[in-house]
């Protein structure tokens, strides 16, 4: 008899036990192409974030504020002078957090953002990555003209290892860097194409692409300009934020020309 009490007992346990692991849920929902819009959509438009990165002589985390920009396939990258703070702990450790995200109206944990969790490794004055990434580094931030080219100012560059999103209340995601960055199969083709064509259309088509960015983001501003465009999509500009339209589908360099003239309802 006792030995059946016993075993009741622990049958019972186990039981409990069970009905709590059943309980549990996972707060990391299913990554879906709808989350993976969103989070180039978030990275594409970013122009600020808020940087972590490690003190060397205590190890503790420090966070500033500083003003980014991603390349042609997403990757980002930032602008900083090596007399700051962060830019001397980078010299000792690379590994950083980089939050992405801009609260708007109302409750500010109700909005997007991300995490993007990698390295930050510092260009070389002469590496010919420093021009394309200068170019699109300027159309995001035309103030920057002033000290772009001050000899204590860098490139640094984002070694993508995995993304940490937030879409708002309940819409966490572990998303890899194949969910947040474009092929780089024809890159060193594409940032040439891209910039060209960013400076013709500015030029030639600026009444096209402010009645199309208007229309589009529903935003009154005075002067929209495109600032860049790549296989998956175009960035436009009101002169406050970045607004990311996307393609129906990824389209070679070659052929984004004939495709931005037909979506801004340019006469070819």
Same mark, same amino acid.
């Given at each position: 008899?006792? &030995? !059946?009490?016993?075993?009741?007992?622990?049958?019972?346990?186990?039981?409990?036990?069970?009905?709590?692991?059943?309980?549990?849920?996972?707060?990391?929902?299913?990554?879906?192409?709808?989350? $993976?819009?969103?989070?180039?959509?978030?990275?594409?438009? /970013?122009?600020?974030?808020?940087?972590?990165?490690?003190?060397?002589?205590?190890?503790?985390? &420090? /966070?500033?504020?500083?003003?980014? #920009? #991603?390349?042609?396939?997403?990757?980002?990258?930032?602008?900083? #002078?090596?007399?700051?703070?962060?830019?001397?702990?980078?010299?000792?450790?690379? $590994?950083?957090?980089?939050?992405?995200?801009?609260?708007?109206?109302?409750?500010?944990?109700?909005?997007?953002?991300?995490?993007?969790?990698?390295?930050?490794?510092?260009? #070389?004055?002469?590496?010919?990555?420093?021009?394309?990434?200068?170019?699109?580094?300027?159309?995001?931030?035309?103030? *920057?003209?002033?000290?772009? !080219?001050?000899?204590?100012?860098?490139?640094?560059?984002?070694?993508?290892?995995?993304?940490?999103?937030?879409?708002?209340?309940?819409?966490?995601?572990?998303? !890899?860097?194949?969910?947040?960055?474009?092929?780089?199969?024809?890159?060193?083709?594409? *940032?040439?194409?891209?910039?060209?064509? /960013? &400076?013709?259309?500015?030029?030639?088509? *600026?009444?096209?692409?402010?009645?199309?960015?208007?229309?589009?983001?529903?935003?009154?501003?005075?002067?929209?300009?495109?600032?860049?465009? !790549?296989?998956?999509?175009?960035?436009?500009?009101?002169?406050?934020?970045?607004?990311?339209?996307?393609?129906?589908?990824?389209?070679?360099?070659?052929?984004?020309?004939?495709?931005?003239?037909?979506?801004?309802?340019?006469?070819?």
């Amino acid at each position: 008899m006792e &030995i !059946d009490k016993i075993q009741e007992s622990e049958q019972g346990q186990i039981g409990k036990s069970e009905v709590g692991m059943e309980k549990k849920i996972d707060p990391i929902r299913e990554t879906t192409d709808e989350a $993976r819009a969103l989070a180039k959509k978030l990275i594409r438009s /970013v122009r600020f974030a808020s940087l972590a990165v490690l003190e060397p002589e205590t190890g503790y985390p &420090i /966070v500033s504020r500083v003003g980014v #920009s #991603s390349d042609v396939v997403g990757v980002p990258f930032m602008l900083a #002078s090596s007399l700051s703070n962060h830019s001397q702990c980078l010299e000792q450790d690379q $590994r950083v957090s980089l939050l992405i995200g801009e609260p708007g109206k109302g409750d500010p944990l109700a909005h997007p953002r991300l995490t993007v969790i990698g390295r930050f490794e510092r260009l #070389s004055k002469g590496d010919p990555l420093c021009i394309e990434l200068r170019n699109r580094y300027l159309m995001r931030h035309p103030k *920057a003209k002033l000290y772009v !080219d001050f000899a204590d100012f860098d490139w640094y560059r984002l070694h993508v290892e995995r993304v940490n999103m937030n879409g708002g209340f309940g819409k966490a995601f572990l998303l !890899d860097t194949e969910d947040v960055l474009s092929s780089d199969e024809e890159r060193e083709q594409l *940032a040439a194409t891209a910039h060209d064509l /960013v &400076i013709r259309m500015n030029e030639r088509h *600026a009444d096209d692409i402010g009645a199309f960015a208007s229309q589009t983001f529903k935003v009154g501003a005075s002067k929209w300009g495109l600032v860049s465009v !790549d296989g998956e999509g175009a960035d436009f500009f009101d002169g406050e934020a970045v607004y990311r339209h996307f393609w129906d589908q990824t389209v070679p360099a070659a052929e984004l020309e004939k495709l931005l003239m037909q979506t801004l309802g340019c006469s070819v």
